[in-house]
């Protein structure tokens, strides 16, 4: 199946720096990664959708100044946490679904998760 | 209503016990569905897509009822390795950037 990468896959910081998570997908082309955050004993929850080539759409909630996404290419979208704080630390998690051959949405496409990215900030 | 809902559990069965998880959805336009399971601080892993007609892989069986809006996941022959969370999983109707929807997960624990 397909293969998303997700990196670092752990992050320690000291609080008021800033993380950058990188989520690669290695043998498809993705339009549309999510991004999602779990705390403990939780379930996902979405954050942001990520739009090749277009600004991120957020769910409510979630900061988008403090949540920096960037896709500037088919295979590659980054989540940037800015200023971290010890209440940002979760398991952040991306996904992304394959784009069609003419670029549109495949038949029941799949979603390919990465790795996860667990960050704790002290 | 959410747009997907599933009975978060614990569902605690024995090793051998046949456990059954179901999932509403509200969009009856929606397109595919599928299972994922997720094992703790772990990413989502995909169990298996479900088809109108009903589809079986080894012990696990889905199905996809579309009047009532429910899929459902049964296992047969439960075994310890088979403990995790198990999320459903719906895609939206064809067309624009439109957000795949997870449910809560249901929480399956086998017991020796």
Not at chain 2, 78 to 90: E, G, M, Q
């Amino acid at each position: 199946g397909a293969v998303v990468s997700q990196h670092p896959s752990r992050v320690i910081c000291k609080s008021g720096t800033s993380v950058k998570i990188e989520c690669r997908s290695l043998d498809f082309q993705a339009t549309t990664m999510f991004w999602y955050r779990q705390f403990p004993k939780q379930s996902l929850m979405l954050m942001a959708t990520s739009n090749e080539g277009s600004k991120a759409t957020y769910e409510q909630g979630v900061e988008k100044d403090k949540f920096l996404i960037n896709h500037a290419s088919l295979t590659l979208s980054t989540l940037t946490v800015t200023s971290a704080h010890p209440e940002d630390s979760s398991f952040y998690i991306c996904s992304a679904r394959e784009m069609g051959p003419t670029g549109g949405r495949l038949p029941n496409e799949k979603l390919f998760f990465g790795s996860g990215t667990q960050l704790s900030v002290l | 209503r959410k747009e997907v809902e599933q009975d978060p559990g614990p569902f605690n069965v024995p090793e051998g016990a046949t456990v059954a998880f179901n999932c509403t959805y509200s969009n009856s336009a929606s397109q595919s569905f599928f299972w994922y399971r997720q094992d703790c601080r772990k990413e989502p892993k995909l169990l298996m897509s479900v088809y109108s007609s009903g589809n079986e892989d080894g012990r696990f069986t889905a199905q996809l009822n579309r009047a009532s809006q429910y899929i459902s996941l049964l296992i047969r022959d439960s075994k310890l390795s088979d403990s995790a969370t198990y999320l459903c999983v719906v895609n939206p109707p064809s067309g624009g950037y439109q957000k795949v929807t997870f449910g809560t997960g249901t929480k399956l624990q086998v017991i020796p």
